[in-house]
């Protein structure tokens, strides 16, 4: 694993195998730096399997991967530390830079999620959209060029959801990592991302360009196609069999 030079995201002939079974087989991937793709696909297709060597958490492959060292991962579930204040999960692990306390460091990205009166608490009596806020806010502070979220507004209500979502559009704009989103949601991938992929029998077998302006609504006729057209490679809703 290596800096990844002018793309945010290299990876070529990726295997993964778990046994006998390729889960990754022969894939390639490239993220441009600062751009938001988001990854669908079948569940057990082996999208969290990608995010977790990217995130260099898995290190049994085949194959070459180039990321950014500054990366940052968010899950399904928020893993903070019970025993830890929100603020210093906020920062855990994090190495000091001079000039800057951490506390003023965790401060600041729970600013940007909107948690600045939930610093001191403990997480257990965070809401669900309010853990989920906190780990954006850890992988925000470490600056990231490259930010990889697995599912990570899976467990919320509808609303929160939304909420969360719009929240991550605004953080990217702003901060203008590369993000990779794996998600099941067909809407929410189209809202979000410039470009979405959709993985199959251990490769990006489909992938859409999603050219429209932003703020995105689900309304539009483009992305009306455009979902339709997912639903088509996933096999799923009243197109599917319409492409292959
Ligand atoms: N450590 C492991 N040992 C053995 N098999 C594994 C391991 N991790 C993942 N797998 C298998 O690899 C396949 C892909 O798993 P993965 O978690 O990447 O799927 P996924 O696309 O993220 O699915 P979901 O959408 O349900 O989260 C699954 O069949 C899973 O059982
Ligand atoms: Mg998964």
């Given at each position: 694993m290596s800096g990844a030079g002018e793309a945010a995201v290299r990876v070529r002939g990726l295997t993964r195998r778990f046994g006998e079974r390729a889960v990754i087989d022969r894939l390639d991937l490239d993220i441009a730096p600062g751009e938001f793709?988001?990854?669908i696909g079948a569940s057990g297709c082996g999208k969290s399997t990608l995010l977790r060597i990217l995130a260099d958490l898995d290190q049994e492959i085949e194959g070459?991967?180039?990321v950014?060292?500054?990366?940052a991962v968010a899950f399904q579930a928020p893993r903070l530390m019970p025993w830890k204040r929100v603020w210093r999960n906020v920062v855990l692990g994090l190495p000091p830079v001079r000039g800057q306390s951490q506390r003023a460091r965790a401060d600041a990205a729970l600013?940007?999620?909107?948690l600045t009166h939930r610093a001191e608490v403990w997480p257990k009596v965070l809401s669900g959209g309010e853990a989920q806020r906190a780990s954006l806010a850890r992988a925000l502070v470490r600056e990231p060029e490259l930010m990889l979220l697995d599912e990570p507004f899976g467990a919320l209500d509808a609303l929160t959801r939304l909420k969360a979502q719009a929240l991550v559009g605004e953080l990217w704009q702003r901060h203008r990592c590369a993000i990779l989103l794996v998600t099941h949601d067909v809407e929410e991938a189209?809202?979000?991302a410039d470009r979405v992929l959709l993985m199959k029998e251990g490769v990006i077998a489909h992938e859409l360009r999603?050219?429209?302006p932003r703020p995105r609504r689900v309304e539009d006729a483009?992305?009306?196609?455009m979902?339709?057209?997912l639903l088509a490679w996933l096999g799923v809703g009243h197109a599917a069999g319409v492409a292959a």
């Open positions: 793709v988001a990854l070459e991967v180039e950014p060292m500054r990366r600013a940007e999620v909107g189209l809202l979000l999603v050219d429209r483009e992305l009306a196609a979902r339709a057209q």
